[in-house]
């Protein structure tokens, strides 16, 4: 009885070597499209570097007076406001200005 158990398990075990095994599909190519943020520069390429002030503190230093550094501090004032109007302008168009 035990030679025919152990018949039947080795039958049993041998006969699921025997069977076919079911045909693979295709493999299945999906094209998924991802919408990834890529970083841009805020300042410009054209952006160029600031102008040379005349009111450095070497020139009011070496001013010959008072009337000569207020001239300069007049002469530097205009380009101040011109670079920093320029300026505020590329900081507008930063993304993250905005909040």
């Known amino acids: 009885m035990t030679r025919l158990a152990v018949a039947a398990v080795?039958?049993?075990?041998?006969?699921?070597c025997t069977a076919t095994p079911h045909p693979e599909a295709e493999?299945?190519?999906?094209?998924?499209d991802k919408m990834v943020?890529?970083?841009?520069?805020?300042v410009p390429a054209t952006l160029g570097s600031a102008p040379d002030?005349?009111?450095t503190d070497e020139a009011l230093k070496t001013a010959s007076?008072?009337?000569?550094?207020?001239?300069?501090?007049g002469?530097?004032?205009?380009?101040?406001?011109?670079?920093?109007?320029?300026l505020e302008?590329?900081?507008?168009?930063?993304?993250k200005a905005a909040k």
């Not at 493999?27 to 998924?32: A, E």
């Not at 007076?65 to 501090?73: C, D, F, S, T, V």
């Open 10 to 16: 080795a039958v049993l075990a041998l006969s699921g």
């Open 65 to 73: 007076g008072p009337a000569q550094r207020y001239k300069l501090i």
């Open 27 to 32: 493999p299945r190519i999906v094209t998924v």
């Open 37 to 42: 943020p890529v970083a841009s520069p805020c």
């Open 53 to 55: 002030y005349p009111d």
């Open 89 to 95: 302008g590329v900081v507008a168009g930063c993304p």
């Open 75 to 86: 002469a530097g004032r205009p380009l101040r406001i011109a670079r920093l109007n320029e």
